[in-house]
């Protein structure tokens, strides 16, 4: 069976491990640990984990690490460090991108990430770009001299389920930030030295709140004017909490439609022209993308024309996209 495209391994697609490697490995006897999830866009990036699960993991649309049964723990900072060694045993010094997870070490301290960090940089010195998933209440109680110094430290860009920018969407879904987090932390992010990259969760206010869904989220992005904006399709997993919403009726799943609709009306708010914006998973309906400055009215004639097609040939094609975590 296929592997999902959230599964990940510490092993490098292209690199196998030759007998003087395998050897090596073996004398070390220190396994590395996986993580449990990763962006899209670190497909091909070294998997450092220097946290276990996510230390909020309250979210009702998420539940990802309940599916794989990871609860929250912290990890000793020896072991982080004994984990980059043997993963250089293993692979060498091939990798030009870094991940560390799992889904929050922006709530580690500020001295264990940077410790962490620097030995990652020095053991690889190829690294050009080093990641990491952030939760905005995290980097919000980061002072911007402590994100300053986790970038000097190799930290190049954190990721950020911004998901919504309605207060009534986020307290709703549990997310446990707020619009002014959002923008706060955004903020002292992008004067940090480090590329940030906000999602969008298309769908997550429902039938009901979809317009504040989006209204908020235009005026989150506006203010923070992030480097990426990574769009995502809601995806309802049965064993969800958002599933038990769902039944109660306390939720309506938004159309199909409505969410490309909802991808339109944000891409016509926003004027934050330096973002990237991009639609750049599998289970989006449209995958639009370019430089909001410049490729903004293209994006939206491209949803325009789409919505602008028969109805039969619309419901058609929403029925041939996967719905994919």
């Given at each position: 069976m296929a592997r999902p495209w959230f599964f990940t391994s510490a092993v490098h697609p292209r690199v196998r491990l030759d007998q003087k490697g395998l050897a090596s490995y073996n004398r070390s006897m220190h396994t590395p640990e996986q993580l449990v999830i990763r962006p899209p866009s670190e497909a091909r990036s070294l998997l450092v984990r220097t946290v276990r699960g996510c230390n909020w993991n309250r979210c009702l649309f998420c539940g990802i690490y309940d599916l794989f049964g990871t609860p929250h723990s912290m990890r000793e900072l020896d072991d982080v460090l004994k984990d980059i060694d043997s993963l250089r045993e293993i692979h060498r010094d091939?990798?030009?991108?870094?991940?560390?997870?799992?889904?929050?070490?922006?709530?580690?301290?500020?001295?264990?990430?940077?410790?962490?960090?620097?030995?990652?940089?020095?053991?690889?010195?190829?690294?050009?770009?080093?990641?990491?998933?952030?939760?905005?209440?995290?980097?919000?109680?980061?002072?911007?001299?402590?994100?300053?110094?986790?970038?000097?430290?190799?930290?190049?860009?954190?990721?950020?389920?911004?998901?919504?920018?309605?207060?009534?969407?986020?307290?709703?879904?549990?997310?446990?930030?707020?619009?002014?987090?959002?923008?706060?932390?955004?903020?002292?992010?992008?004067?940090?030295?480090?590329?940030?990259?906000?999602?969008?969760?298309?769908?997550?206010?429902?039938?009901?709140?979809?317009?504040?869904h989006v209204a908020g989220s235009i005026t989150v992005i506006n203010e923070v004017a992030p480097h990426f904006v990574r769009v995502r399709r809601l995806w309802i997993h049965p064993a969800s909490r958002l599933m038990e919403k769902v039944t109660t009726g306390e939720f309506t799943e938004q159309t199909p439609e409505g969410t490309v609709i909802e991808l339109r009306d944000l891409l016509a708010g926003l004027n934050a022209d330096r973002t990237y914006f991009t639609c750049d998973h599998a289970n989006n309906y449209l995958q639009v993308a370019g430089l909001l400055g410049t490729d903004r009215q293209k994006m939206l004639e491209e949803i325009t024309s789409f919505l602008a097609l028969p109805s039969d040939r619309r419901e058609a094609y929403y029925r041939s996209i996967p719905s994919v975590i």
């Open positions: 091939v990798f030009t991108t870094a991940f560390i997870g799992d889904a929050d070490p922006l709530s580690l301290p500020t001295e264990f990430l940077v410790e962490v960090l620097t030995h990652l940089r020095k053991t690889f010195p190829s690294l050009k770009r080093v990641t990491a998933y952030g939760r905005a209440s995290s980097l919000w109680k980061k002072s911007p001299q402590e994100l300053k110094d986790i970038s000097a430290a190799g930290l190049d860009r954190v990721h950020v389920g911004m998901e919504s920018g309605s207060d009534l969407v986020l307290r709703f879904q549990k997310k446990g930030t707020s619009a002014r987090q959002l923008i706060e932390a955004g903020q002292n992010t992008m004067v940090s030295g480090m590329e940030l990259s906000y999602y969008f969760l298309l769908g997550l206010g429902g039938r009901e709140m979809w317009k504040d």
